[in-house]
């Protein structure tokens, strides 16, 4: 068993930066290839980025690929999401989940309750 608690999140202005935290409870969180999702107000919950276990791979999607960089510390059991020129389109909840791969398409096994993060234009 995971359990996953994000902070971070907040009001920003576009342009700025901000950067989520989410920390791991559980002895396996090293074993996770771990995400950051996000949804906004209705629409579905996308995929942001991956790391994998061991902090070597990460994967992006297009809209925030060159903004966003996503790492992990296993020694703190934490995963970052710092983001940086958010724009008012990156107003969402941001989630972060617990996976069983870094590609894409892998399931989630574990899911934080989402921070939300409010970019005013």
């Known amino acids: 068993q995971v359990q996953l608690v994000e902070s971070g999140g907040g009001l920003v202005q576009a342009g700025g930066s901000l950067r989520l935290s989410c920390a791991a409870s559980?002895?396996?969180?090293?074993?996770?290839?771990m995400g950051w999702f996000r949804q906004a107000p209705g629409k579905e919950r996308e995929l942001l980025a991956t790391?994998?276990?061991?902090?070597?791979?990460?994967y992006y999607a297009d809209a925030v690929k060159g903004r966003f960089t996503i790492s992990r510390d296993n020694a703190k059991n934490t995963v970052y999401l710092q983001m940086n020129s958010l724009k008012p389109e990156d107003t969402a909840v941001y989630y972060c989940?617990?996976?069983?791969?870094?590609?894409?398409?892998?399931?989630?096994?574990?899911w934080g309750q989402g921070t939300q993060v409010t970019v005013s234009s």
């Open positions: 989940a617990a996976r069983f791969s870094y590609l894409p398409q892998a399931n989630v096994a574990y």
């Open positions: 790391i994998n276990w061991s902090g070597t791979t990460t």
């Open positions: 559980g002895r396996t969180f090293s074993t996770y290839a």
